[in-house]
């Protein structure tokens, strides 16, 4: 399925765009963006706004661009570009043009000396500090800056000079002549330009003057031909600065800025400062670390395309800002993985079981099918022997009530295969079960034993023909549903996010699992190789999700 396939439902932004077309706005076109700032790894939160934006445009047989916000390279780097662009491809969209901020330094220069001929900006020497000070509150107007009276040509000849690199960082900003009065403290004479020595990705030392994001932002817009300029909610204060900027340049076209809420789950953070901390703190072991709520985190841990999709879709689009359960993202992924993973079988803490009537040597192979529902997925080969490997969680020598594997003197039937009784129990000095004896019923090969009711069905691994492998068993980062209103974010992380299993014991099959493929390890949950740490001589395999919600409780 491809991703303008997804199901979709009804939201207010597909009600204007229809509206829109129905009235032959912008000559029937329909052009979106995707405009990440390259400061960090692309979140769930910005998968939300992927899909989006690329499921509007490709709805409507329009174009969806993907533009990097490149206007501060103190914090951007080509790393965070090229991990957005695979971030990106990888959810399954393809973007009509590839474009940066960077692209129109040029023009957005002379736009600024337009407006500044047009009396529409000035040069401020003012301090950040006096800034703010003069700035004003939310209740009281804000304080003219003595710049805001130079001559048109003192401001021409000073902006001339901020460019060829005449005055230190900070000494001057050009700001917008708007309002100092405003009630949309925003528009309080913005700062548009700001003079910054830092070495930038793609334009190297060309400049020392860069533009500010919502200056920006709405002229790249429009000289892409975006009709729908689609943001957060964060940004609807910001809207009347992007129609001014538009209005008073009358550029060829003025797109339309929508905003919607934000993506807020539960259980995690999407800020990308407390991202950037995390991984430069090793709380987490890089970006892509399967606890991270990066899309390379949840690629690596497991997760599908099409689970993301398909969570973005169910949470809808709204104006009202609400937070999302994280059962209902391990939702996603469970429901998809119950469908397309393989069955499996791994043990991940062994407990030594020895056939005591199987004869020494003998190997069986039966065929087992990969999907107990979906025979078009065919089987693989899975061999018995004398002595075989289960989960030490399957024998109990006092069982509760109703606890229905292994216990002594018990019965229970290996998936796909014998009913075995356990005869004897073996133990080391210090009283730990270490290896069982059992006997096995030849005649229950694929069929129940006759005159008797075997419950309990246990998966095994053959010791001679298992794999070893490291399982990770990842969780929730945070153990606090909301760590953003804590005092320090960090109090909130999970002790127990992180479980790592070295001695586990995997099916043979599993010797040719490729990072594309994830599997369901029978009874324990989904799982998938790690692509950057699992190796022929020692696999590895992340954790996806649990087979049922553990959180729920």
């Not at 003595?146 to 960082?169: H, K, Q, V, Y």
Request: some cysteine; hydrophobic content about 35%; aromatic content about 10%.
């Amino acid at each position: 399925m491809s991703a303008s396939d997804s199901p979709v439902s009804s939201n207010f932004i597909r009600h204007i765009i229809a509206a829109d077309l129905a009235a032959n706005k912008n000559n029937g076109k329909v052009a979106t963006r995707f405009p990440p700032e390259p400061n960090g790894y692309l979140h769930i939160g910005h998968a939300k706004s992927i899909c989006l934006n690329f499921t509007l445009a490709a709805e409507n047989n329009g174009t969806c661009n993907l533009r990097f916000d490149d206007t501060n390279p103190e914090k951007e780097s080509v790393e965070y570009m090229e991990a957005i662009e695979r971030d990106v491809q990888w959810l399954g969209f393809k973007w009509a043009g590839k474009y940066h901020a960077s692209d129109y330094f040029e023009q957005l220069y002379a736009y600024a000396v337009q407006l500044i001929k047009q009396g529409d900006a000035y040069v401020d020497s003012s301090t950040p500090e006096q800034m703010r000070a003069d700035r004003g509150t939310l209740t009281e107007p804000g304080k003219e800056s003595p710049d805001r009276s130079r001559s048109i040509e003192e401001n021409l000849d000073l902006f001339t000079r901020m460019r060829a690199g005449e005055f230190a960082d900070g000494q001057y900003v050009l700001r917008a002549k708007i309002d100092m009065a405003s009630p949309n403290i925003n528009m309080r004479d913005p700062t548009i330009y700001r003079i910054r020595r830092v070495h930038h990705q793609r334009t190297g030392d060309a400049w020392c003057l860069y533009p500010m994001y919502d200056y920006t932002h709405c002229i790249s817009d429009a000289l892409e031909g975006i009709t729908h300029s689609i943001c957060t909610l964060e940004f609807e204060d910001h809207r009347p600065l992007y129609d001014w900027v538009l209005d008073k340049l009358q550029t060829p076209c003025h797109p339309q800025q929508i905003e919607f809420a934000r993506l807020q789950l539960e259980y995690t953070i999407v800020s990308k400062r407390k991202l950037l901390q995390l991984v430069m703190e090793k709380h987490v072991n890089g970006w892509d670390d399967p606890r991270m709520p990066t899309i390379s985190g949840l690629r690596r841990a497991g997760f599908t395309p099409e689970a993301i999709r398909d969570f973005c879709e169910r949470i809808g689009v709204t104006k009202n800002d609400s937070w999302i359960e994280m059962g209902v993202l391990e939702n996603c992924i469970r429901e998809d993985l119950n469908e397309r993973a393989p069955r499996a079988m791994a043990v991940l803490r062994p407990l030594k079981v020895v056939i005591s009537n199987w004869e020494d040597g003998k190997t069986e192979t039966y065929q087992i099918a990969n999907h107990p529902q979906k025979p078009e997925m065919g089987s693989r080969e899975v061999s018995f022997s004398k002595t075989i490997l289960i989960e030490q969680d399957d024998f109990m020598e006092n069982p509760p009530k109703d606890f229905k594997r292994l216990v002594p003197g018990g019965e229970v039937r290996l998936r796909g295969s014998y009913v075995i009784k356990c005869e004897e129990v073996i133990k080391d000095a210090a009283g730990n079960v270490i290896e069982l004896h059992c006997s096995y019923d030849p005649a229950t090969l694929g069929k129940n034993p006759e005159g008797r009711k075997v419950k309990g069905v246990i998966h095994w691994v053959s010791e001679q023909h298992a794999v070893p492998a490291e399982l990770r068993l990842y969780d929730r980062l945070f153990s606090h549903p909301n760590p953003d209103t804590l005092d320090n974010f960090l109090d909130g992380i999970n002790p127990n996010s992180l479980e790592v299993l070295t001695d586990c014991r995997v099916e043979a099959s599993l010797v040719n699992a490729t990072p594309d493929t994830r599997y369901q390890f029978e009874r324990t949950g989904y799982f998938c190789l790690d692509y950057a740490d699992s190796t022929a001589e020692k696999l590895v395999f992340n954790r996806t999700v649990t087979l049922r919600d553990s959180w729920a409780k």
